[in-house]
């Protein structure tokens, strides 16, 4: 008898991803309000507040992929030293379009936990 692999689909492409973002809160509140856009695979900076030293252009996100297992997307957060650090992203879609970032191993860290809007 064989058994196939059991194959979990994505809930959400990768395209409903794309545009505008602002983080409206964080474990490091300094780069709140901060706006990045996504385009295919990557999220660059496209505005900054005064409080943080994160800069205009700079990519935020990369790698972004649309899993069905621990989140609805992974990817790599770049913090302010441009580590890339793997990273989880859960979309809810109720009223207004929220991202619930989430570092596995660095919650507590500054920007391990980041809630990002869609914005037009």
Known sequence: MLFGACQVTPEYPLD???GKWRRI???DPSADSMEIYIQND????SYVPTTTTFTVGTVKWDNITSIAVNANFEMLDYSIDEQGIKTYLDLYINGDTTLELENQNYRNAPGGIQTWVKIP
Do not use: A
């Open 25 to 27: 809160g964080s474990t």
């Open 42 to 45: 990557s999220g660059v900076i």
């Open 16 to 18: 409903i991803l794309q």
